[in-house]
């Protein structure tokens, strides 16, 4: 199975603020890789796939970059709805595999 | 609107069953590749379970392998968890979901799967011990 790990597990960040998460597989994916925001007691809401095909209706402040292992999530300027925890998800093979999540608040 | 809205959850004894239904509407149900993802309490998500568009092929995690079954009934746009010998480490959130796919093959006998980009709310299943 591919192993997903991600860092930071949380940040804290500021209205404005640039945050970057970054996601490893243990193996590579490719660009078969999906980024998810969830909110407590909401179900997760997906950003972007394909490493970084941004998904409809979602803010151009969100971005995704890499290939193989290694992967970023970039939130440039922060907004207060932003504040939730970030998920990446392989597509390569399965069983797909998410990421323990990144946690972002104040 | 493109919604997916999930039954079916609640409390069972441990080595119980229970099916969940997740109900479809707004997209061509029968065209998509299904999953469930479930979510323990206060923990990440886990994939349990995807059918491929034409049903044919369906795929598990280890964890639920031999006692979970994916199916749907295209004639009434669900999808079904039937989920037998059920353990306490089952409790979660049962996530329905759609998956963004497409032929991997000009015969699609093989699909890419890229994410899951409609979910449900969520039904609760408590396994109690």
Known sequence: DIQMTQSPSSVSASVGDRVTITCRASQGVSSWLAWYQQKPGKAPN??????SRLQSGVPSRFSGS????????????????????????????????????????? | EVQLLESGGGLVQRGGSLRLSCTASGFTFSSFAMSWVRQAPGKGLEWVSTI??????????????????????????????????????????????????????ISCNNYYYYAMDVWGQGTTVTVSS
Do not use: H
């Not at chain 2, 079954?69 to 329905?96: G, H, P």
């Open chain 1, 66 to 106: 890499g290939s193989g292992t290694a992967f970023t999530l970039t939130i440039t300027s922060l907004q207060p709805e932003d504040f939730a925890t970030y998920y990446c998800q392989q597509a390569n093979s399965f069983p797909f595999t998410f990421g323990p999540g990144t946690r972002v608040d104040v």
């Open chain 2, 52 to 105: 491929n568009p034409t049903d044919r092929t369906t795929y598990y995690a280890d964890s639920v392998k031999g006692r979970f079954t994916i199916s749907r009934d295209k004639s009434k746009d669900t999808l079904f968890l039937q989920m037998n010998s059920l353990r306490a480490d089952d409790t979660a959130v049962y996530y329905c979901t759609k998956e963004i796919s497409s032929c991997a093959t």
């Open chain 1, 46 to 51: 997906l950003l972007i796939y394909a490493a």
